[in-house]
């Protein structure tokens, strides 16, 4: 190092190092900019705008094009002859969601189900909270608190606390009323008609049984979309199977069924996207069923998780390519944000607009 | 503790601790549900559902109700004798907007700018980057990279990368090129007119120089807004200055006089609203400054910092309470996320409606 | 407001503001005070000092007291009677350990191992991943890489990325030869003696076979310390179990029986500790059946997750007191950090520290 | 794609896929390892460890290396000529060292002053708070508190709260006592002497005036160990500042002359080494000053910010490498860690074993 000095200038090292000429950029980079207000207030455009705007904009605008490949592919004809007979994939692409239990919680439920009344998933893997808050809500309100309020007032009174949300414990009280004579009834078709009870198939069965079009798994049930949940004895619904074990018991719930169900469904599918809102058991049961194809074609990740302390739950799309459950050629879309903030946005941007303009063409036929 | 067992009942323990009933709720509190897709696609009511979508989807509808009653509350009248003479406040509530010289960088700058140009806030507080990248743009583009791209690779290149955002080093030589001629004047202006330099003065001259009008300081400039950066020799700027100071030694950039002019934009306010993205040196700086009134009125912070290392930049508003640089009675409001996801969003549903409005009102007049 | 203004002095209003007398504290709060170095390099001393240091060096202080506190809780006597006969708690305090998988991918396996020899804990719950690494660590080795590796060259190679850690894809290979024959002699045992196989079985199992003195569930097998792990098919043991339903189907695995055998563990306990190491599952599983308590005494959370998207991997304990899974009156801990960094230095300061104390008593008799 | 099946082997594509062969892996990868309890609790050996632990525990270990090189490096005799006569520089590695406020407020206060005191580190930047907490701790204490202590209720008392501590308000008003008299004799200087006072020379003149030798900034005065501070009016000392402008007005702080002065420490250094505790300006001014010599040689970051909203204070170190702030041929560590908790021990894995060789060295002579 040698730091050239003259009177009047500045250390040459200084002055080279700041002004070092740069290469030519590749021609088609896009240049950021984000959005004129002075054009009006047009929601779409801004969001249009966001692919130009940078950081985590970028991130949700690219998400948005990835999930709307999802969806031309999904629409593409499967050729006859595409995979095992009894396995025919029923599209182009087989759309995986998955979400963890607070998403339910929150109003983010809403897209979720409207995507399951619309059958614009084909697969759904969740947690026990995601599937037994969604029938609980079917009996009785979850509410808006805040992140503060303190634990000890709320157990002395009775209300559970879901981040910023509030429920009361009655719910859950509720739900045992609801639950426990199904549970006698399936215990009873174990018994009597050989049935073997796997998550999905209870899952299934809890969806006819809600029979309300509020609820995620209702619309699952009737579009025969299947929703995995292996541990689905973490939760209020493994309270109540606790309880019926006393009262009643002998149910079995199986694991190994599903998971070549689940398998199933990335195996002989032609294409496959993954939608994953959140982290945990959720995000790596998809990934993992993935890996049985060799890779997802389509991925959007949307969650808060780093990589720094080597989670699963925080790890980069480019950690699951190393593994083969996404492909090597995919451009997989990570979003760092809370999916309350993005989900519905995306939603708007990709799975309503296509239901949107399916409802339209039938109207001008 | 004792858990009382009998062969066909759950251990009373358990089933006690499940079911406790649950006492009333407030009557008032808002029932969590989200948009309903099946109401069509409406970006506007999906934004307005947020309050009622839980985490920080809630949080984001509440940073919108904070800032339309600051826009509300400055447009109230201000009684003649408010502050000292000379100090009148201009409006029933000051907003300070604050923001990390990332944000320039992405397209959150066109928001920004929008601001300043209708002139929607009243002091702005930034970093040496906030305004130096803003010049900058005016002189060359930025462009959308990736998070991933390889660091020696692109210094091999001349290239730059700003998180997903890369930027030629020759922009940083056209900028040298431009300010070089404004130093050397800005110096004789100190020696023969006895100019006291300050950062705010010399943001305003350059605001005037750049004569441009995507530029945030160029509106800054017509609009008089201050815009205050105490460490503004902390980035390309500083670089310049140090080159000049060998070329062209004896200018004096002094923050004392800097420190009473932003003090009193806090202390002779009638109000105060603080609008500060992402966390250092900007937030601290309009917090300490709002001090000096015993509390801003109303408040949002939009970041991704977190409590936990005690770090200024994660505390949450109610630490600020504690120092009396939020009023004790104000309801501050927190949005963790990326601002580039959310701040266009914002303004949007604020300041721009709010700008459309008057507009509106123009035309029909 | 009134900004009393005269010639020479600052506006009261800010005088008032900044220099707002205060009260008297509480006596006993601890003053705030580092390590000095002067008294030489002693790590249990720096550690000491942790609770003064703030932040979450004090956090990581706390943990530590409240593990030495579960410890000396879990050696008082039992008196007669407590609890069901055949359910009598073993100790005064029944230790719940939690982790993710990744965890036993890292070097923190050692301590985990550590704590299952000197039977130091209870319980174990955690992922399929949780399990399947340990067992194949005694097959092959995982190694140090970077969390920046690229996933296309690596997946091309055949090696997988776990954050920094890359594990060869050979262990897989080798852990399914290793693993076939058990799934052969499991499903003979279920179709010849009836067992009905749970996940916590088969880790038993699992421990039996391995024989490895390095690995967790050999010595949770050797101490009797029940694992659970309800969704032990997501992951290689599920790839495994998977491929074995085709070569040789009809296993069963049941996730009932283990939500009695787990919840069993925390209603018959005298008191419980929880010490959960990462987020997702794991973390909900353990505070669930403490619900079936009315909530845990003792509680270390370590994790790096956070509240704001409402998620249960990143909820304060405080949200847990709110369900009844932590007691009203329990002093939980949280730690704010990558377990690889602080359990081991936990362990170092509580359970080898008791380890240690009882070797050197019994070298004294 | 196609599925192969056969009535007893799994599908090809899924087994083909999970038992991918592996290529070998570099012979000298480190297999990964934690440290084993049984050889007894040595705390120095589980930090050896942690290079084979994995995670942030390997983080630490490498930024353990990283600065013992610093050190190794820094003894090397400089050679004649090297540098400018004026600006030789004084060893074989100069040493940034920066660090949020905060961490002052915290006791890794007392890890800093141990540095400076034994003149480990060459230059110092930090925020205001990071100099006035210092100052103020030896006027009275801060204390533990803890992070959810409601901001209304401190307000009212007149404690403020910086995560989980507290500082009485009242420390603030000695603050003001003790400053007040040291800024007439300031400005009176200025107007007598023609000082020209920069942020640097005010905080040696304080270091020199607060005479204790528990201060970070008494030992960088003995040691003449330069600190900067460019928006030292952004906190406590600026709102002293602000009175006294009113109450003897005229004092000027330049900007200009520290940062020549600053990057001349770069500029004119045989090699570099940059410590970063935190984000904000003081990760922003050392990198840059490093710039101006084409980038440091070693580098350890230590903080809890994340790259995905393009913050300069989560950017990893690769980032700076494409500004030159980085040397392409650096091995940069990053630890992502609260600096409470990894601080104290790396001093005493580096310098504090490293003043120790020094002082028995000294005895044996």
């Known amino acids: ?109 809403e897209s979720i189900r409207y995507l399951a009344q619309h059958k614009m998933v084909d697969v759904i893997v969740t947690t026990a909270g995601g599937v037994e808050e969604d029938l609980i809500k079917c009996l009785a309100h979850t509410y808006l608190g805040d992140f503060s309020l303190p634990g000890k007032e709320l157990r002395l009174r009775g209300i559970n606390r879901i981040g910023n949300l509030v429920v009361p414990n009655d719910n859950y009280c509720k739900f045992e009323d609801w639950l426990m004579p199904i549970l006698d009834q399936m215990l009873l078709e174990q018994n009597t008609e050989g049935t073997r009870w796997t998550p999905s198939k209870m899952i299934h069965r809890l969806g006819k049984e809600i029979n309300n079009t509020d609820s995620v798994y209702y619309w699952a049930y009737k579009n025969n979309i299947p929703v995995f949940s292996p541990a689905l004895t973490d939760g209020s619904l493994g309270d109540m199977i606790y309880f019926h074990s006393y009262k009643n018991p002998g149910l079995i719930l199986d694991i190994v069924e599903d998971i070549r169900r689940l398998n199933s469904q990335a195996v002989f599918a032609k294409r496959t996207g993954m939608i994953i809102l959140g982290g945990g058991l959720v995000k790596h049961h998809i990934a993992n069923a993935n890996l049985m194809r060799n890779g997802a074609d389509y991925v959007v990740y949307v969650n808060t998780g780093q990589e720094f302390d080597g989670s699963d739950s925080g790890a980069r799309p480019d950690e699951a390519v190393s593994w083969g459950k996404i492909r090597t050629d995919a451009k997989p879309v990570k979003v760092y944000a809370d999916a309350s903030l993005v989900f519905p946005l995306i939603v708007a941007e990709t799975f309503a607009q296509h239901v949107d303009k399916l409802a339209a063409g039938k109207k001008t036929d």
């Open 1 to 109: 190092h040698a730091a050239s000095l003259s009177r009047n200038s500045a250390p040459s090292v200084a002055m080279e190092a700041v002004l070092k000429p740069s290469c030519d950029l590749p021609k088609d980079m896009p240049k950021i900019r984000g959005y004129d207000f002075n054009q009006g207030v047009d929601l779409h455009a801004v969001l249009k705008s966001y692919l130009t705007t940078g950081f985590q904009a970028s991130s949700l605008a690219l998400a948005i094009q990835e999930i709307n490949t999802m969806i031309e592919k999904r629409l593409e004809p499967v050729e006859e002859g595409e995979g095992n007979e009894s396995e025919t994939p029923k599209s182009g692409c087989t759309i995986f969601l998955g979400y963890t239990s607070n998403l339910i919680s929150s109003g983010v439920r």
